[in-house]
């Protein structure tokens, strides 16, 4: 099974988080994350004014995800170079982790050649659930289905199904879900 560690731009969105959770809760890949990671996905929130909430959701996501956490050791990051050095750390976690896949949306900000250098492969995440729900469609499906119906509760008021996967930036994931519900 791969290791992916997962990016705050992708886990800090919480329909993207459930359903990239429920591809891992079904076995489709282990999830991966440093402390680091978790508290950029907290000050997020709180930029956002939701703060305490975000805090309630992080626990539980390391409660359910105890070995999801990756102990990054002092000065892993030196000697990484990358566009953004404020990345550094992400790097240093997927390679602490010994992770196969790093899923990002900030696609320019983790050149190939040097994720490749440490046997790592970048993925967005429309094309890594893309790839997941061609090969599950049926899993893929019932996923998405949970976490639609968990956005609607949360809302009190129909959502349209493909504008909140697009809105959380999958929009190959919402275009392959309208097709198969055909």
Known sequence: MNRVLIDTCVLYPSILRGILLGCAKAGLFEPLWSDRILEEWRRAAERNGIGAESGIEIALVTADWR??????????????????????????????????????????????????????????????????ALAQPEVIKG????????????????VNRRKMLQRSGVPRVAKWDAIAER
């Open 67 to 132: 070995k999801a956490v990756v102990t990054v050791p002092e000065g892993a990051e030196d000697g990484l170079t990358l566009p953004d050095e404020n990345d550094r750390h992400v790097l240093a976690a997927a390679i602490a982790g010994e992770a196969q896949e790093l899923l990002t949306a900030n696609i320019s900000d983790f050149p190939t050649r040097v994720l490749g250098q440490h046997g790592i492969v970048r993925r967005h995440p429309d094309e890594f659930l893309l790839e997941l």
């Open 143 to 158: 996923i998405i289905d949970t976490v639609h119906a968990m956005a609607e509760t949360g809302k009190g008021e129909r």
